[in-house]
């Protein structure tokens, strides 16, 4: 470890710093004529008084004690931060996971949106349908009561002559129901179909309702005039 190699150092350098100079007392060589052999005090001698402990090396280790203590508590604390990266980790990671659950949450209700969406214009299309199919309906049964009216009195009639009649065609060749006035008389046609509108020979006017202005025509008996509504 990093720190281990730092102690290292430092003990290197308190230790090397520790040499004899002007600041330090060092002991007197002994004389070779006040030497006993023995190794006790000769008679009469008092015994040489102890040396009081060197004020150098209890600062070293002091100091020594100090930077053990220092080491072990950055030691301690590199656990505790090595922790709490590992906490932040997890932190990350589960706000990750909560990121794509929303996602996944926000998808879902996109779908469900659009889902709704077109349920909401299904509907409409259908009301629609229904509103067009009761217009022609009545379209259809005032039709046949005016043509009833008209051919009334003919009945009453054993021997006259047949009024002639002409027809307009209104054919939907497009892929929408399409509405055409004839005559002020709206006529809704369904794609592909066709409907017939008979008549007395003279002027009508007719409308392509979203396509086409109001337009004037002359029919003639037994003329079948043809409005078609395609792909423009």
Same mark, same amino acid.
């Given at each position: 470890?990093?720190? *281990? /190699?730092?102690?290292?150092?430092?003990?290197?350098?308190?230790? @090397?710093?520790?040499? #004899?100079?002007?600041?330090?007392?060092? +002991? #007197?060589?002994?004389?070779? @004529?006040?030497? %006993? #052999?023995?190794?006790?005090?000769?008679? @009469?001698?008092?015994?040489?008084?102890?040396?009081?402990?060197?004020?150098?090396?209890? %600062?070293?280790?002091?100091?020594?004690?100090?930077?053990?203590? +220092?080491?072990?508590?950055?030691?301690?604390?590199?656990?505790?931060?090595?922790? +709490?990266?590992?906490? &932040?980790?997890?932190?990350?990671?589960?706000?990750?996971?909560?990121?794509?659950?929303?996602?996944?949450?926000?998808?879902?209700? %996109?779908?469900?949106?659009?889902?709704?969406?077109?349920?909401? *214009?299904?509907? &409409? &299309?259908?009301?629609?349908?229904?509103?067009?199919?009761?217009?022609?309906?009545?379209?259809?049964?005032? &039709?046949?009561?005016? /043509?009833?009216? *008209?051919?009334?009195?003919?009945?009453?009639?054993?021997?006259?002559?047949? /009024?002639?009649?002409g027809q307009v065609i209104i054919r939907n060749d497009w892929s929408l129901p399409v509405t055409v006035s004839v005559d002020g008389i709206a006529y809704t046609v369904s794609? @592909?179909?066709?409907?017939?509108?008979?008549?007395?020979?003279?002027?009508?006017?007719? +409308?392509?309702?979203?396509w086409q202005a109001p337009r004037s025509r002359t029919l003639e008996a037994g003329e079948q005039f043809l409005i078609r509504i395609a792909h423009p």
């Amino acid at each position: 470890m990093w720190w *281990r /190699i730092f102690a290292a150092m430092a003990l290197s350098a308190l230790f @090397g710093s520790v040499v #004899p100079g002007p600041g330090l007392a060092q +002991e #007197p060589p002994e004389k070779s @004529g006040s030497a %006993n #052999p023995t190794g006790s005090s000769a008679p @009469g001698e008092k015994p040489a008084p102890a040396k009081p402990a060197n004020p150098d090396e209890a %600062n070293l280790a002091s100091r020594l004690d100090k930077l053990q203590q +220092e080491l072990m508590q950055l030691s301690k604390a590199v656990g505790e931060l090595k922790q +709490e990266i590992t906490v &932040l980790r997890q932190g990350v990671a589960t706000v990750d996971k909560s990121v794509d659950e929303l996602k996944k949450d926000v998808a879902a209700v %996109n779908t469900v949106l659009q889902q709704q969406m077109l349920a909401k *214009r299904l509907d &409409l &299309l259908e009301q629609e349908l229904a509103r067009l199919r009761d217009t022609f309906k009545q379209e259809m049964d005032r &039709l046949q009561s005016s /043509i009833a009216q *008209r051919s009334a009195p003919e009945v009453r009639k054993a021997f006259a002559a047949p /009024i002639a009649t002409g027809q307009v065609i209104i054919r939907n060749d497009w892929s929408l129901p399409v509405t055409v006035s004839v005559d002020g008389i709206a006529y809704t046609v369904s794609p @592909g179909q066709e409907q017939r509108v008979v008549r007395t020979p003279g002027t009508f006017t007719y +409308e392509v309702h979203g396509w086409q202005a109001p337009r004037s025509r002359t029919l003639e008996a037994g003329e079948q005039f043809l409005i078609r509504i395609a792909h423009p």
